[in-house]
């Protein structure tokens, strides 16, 4: 029996070194087609990225790639909607079955001109009749329609193939139909790419593989075979350390069994 448990001592010893000293596999992109940390360009097919940042959340590293684009960007707008222009409201009006053409229609800020004149009530009356304006001079009050009283709203007509300022832009009218006006302009857009860890990610029309070797740089390699030899290198190591751990735990149980044995009185 001591013969035998020192046998599976000796066999679990061996066990346990081998599975403390035996050193995991790492992945390392060898000769990477990049290595870049948050602030660095990245050229891909003749399209430049910028690495927007590097991050790490909940444990796993996040890379984000941005490009700023040139494009035509547009914008709709249905009949009697309202919009701002020139730092003023206006109302988009449309008419007929086949316009080529709509008109912005100033939208007065009744309120504001009321409030500042000093000889009118601040709100408009309702009669039958209408809606009218109270007005006081010279002790005497006078009811004004209100269609006489404001002034008649400015209006603007553009017609398809126009342009103004809209917002910073200057924008051409596109297209004019009974529903809607749409005006186009050339900006900017950003487009964003986010890379987690060992992934693969497709950049323009390469395909790469990402890897982080830490929480401030990224690695893109269009090795994908080799990262995944490495992959298979560390999937193997895993089987062969777990395969000397239940050896381990295997030859321990053995040897703590056969002392056990030898305390078991004999029947003879």
Same mark, same amino acid.
């Given at each position: 029996?001591?013969?035998?448990?020192?046998?599976?001592?000796?066999?679990?010893?061996?066990?346990?070194?081998?599975?403390?000293?035996?050193?995991?596999?790492?992945?390392?992109?060898?000769?990477?087609?990049?290595?870049?940390?948050?602030?660095?360009?990245?050229?891909?097919?003749?399209?430049?990225?910028?690495?927007?940042?590097?991050?790490?959340?909940?444990?796993?590293?996040?890379?984000?790639?941005?490009?700023?684009?040139?494009?035509?960007?547009?914008?709709?707008?249905?009949?009697?909607?309202?919009?701002?222009?020139?730092?003023?409201?206006? =109302?988009?009006?449309?008419?007929?079955? #086949?316009?080529?053409?709509? *008109?912005?229609? @100033? $939208?007065?800020?009744? !309120? /504001?001109?009321?409030?500042?004149?000093?000889?009118?009530?601040?709100?408009?009356?309702?009669?039958?009749?209408?809606?009218?304006?109270?007005?006081?001079?010279?002790?005497?009050?006078?009811?004004?329609?209100?269609?006489?009283?404001?002034?008649?709203?400015?209006?603007?007509?553009?017609? =398809?193939?126009?342009?103004?300022?809209? #917002?910073?832009?200057?924008? *051409?009218?596109? @297209? $004019?139909?009974?529903? !809607? /006006?749409?005006?186009?302009?050339?900006?900017?857009?950003?487009?964003?790419?986010?890379?987690?860890?060992?992934?693969?990610?497709?950049?323009?029309?390469?395909?790469?593989?990402?890897?982080?070797?830490?929480?401030?740089?990224?690695?893109?390699?269009?090795?994908?075979?080799?990262?995944?030899?490495?992959?298979?290198?560390?999937?193997?190591?895993?089987?062969?350390?777990?395969?000397?751990?239940?050896?381990?735990?295997?030859?321990?149980?053995?040897?703590?069994?056969?002392?056990?044995?030898?305390?078991?009185?004999?029947?003879?």
């Amino acid at each position: 029996m001591a013969v035998y448990a020192a046998l599976f001592l000796l066999v679990a010893g061996v066990a346990g070194v081998l599975t403390a000293t035996a050193e995991s596999p790492e992945i390392a992109l060898e000769n990477p087609d990049f290595e870049v940390s948050e602030g660095d360009p990245v050229e891909v097919d003749g399209e430049t990225y910028t690495v927007a940042g590097i991050s790490e959340e909940d444990s796993t590293v996040i890379g984000t790639l941005e490009q700023e684009e040139t494009t035509e960007l547009s914008e709709t707008w249905t009949n009697g909607s309202t919009v701002s222009v020139d730092d003023r409201e206006w =109302t988009v009006e449309i008419t007929g079955d #086949d316009p080529s053409a709509f *008109t912005l229609v @100033e $939208v007065l800020d009744r !309120q /504001a001109i009321l409030e500042s004149d000093d000889d009118a009530d601040n709100q408009t009356v309702e009669r039958d009749d209408g809606e009218y304006v109270a007005v006081t001079q010279g002790g005497e009050t006078t009811l004004v329609p209100a269609d006489e009283y404001f002034p008649a709203p400015e209006e603007r007509s553009y017609t =398809t193939g126009d342009s103004f300022e809209y #917002d910073g832009e200057t924008v *051409t009218v596109d @297209e $004019v139909t009974s529903d !809607q /006006a749409v005006v186009v302009w050339e900006g900017t857009q950003t487009n964003t790419i986010e890379i987690e860890q060992d992934t693969t990610v497709t950049i323009g029309e390469t395909e790469f593989i990402a890897h982080f070797p830490d929480a401030s740089t990224m690695t893109l390699s269009t090795d994908i075979e080799g990262y995944e030899a490495q992959v298979a290198e560390i999937d193997q190591f895993e089987q062969y350390n777990s395969g000397l751990t239940r050896v381990l735990i295997l030859s321990l149980f053995s040897v703590i069994l056969l002392l056990s044995t030898t305390f078991i009185p004999s029947r003879y």
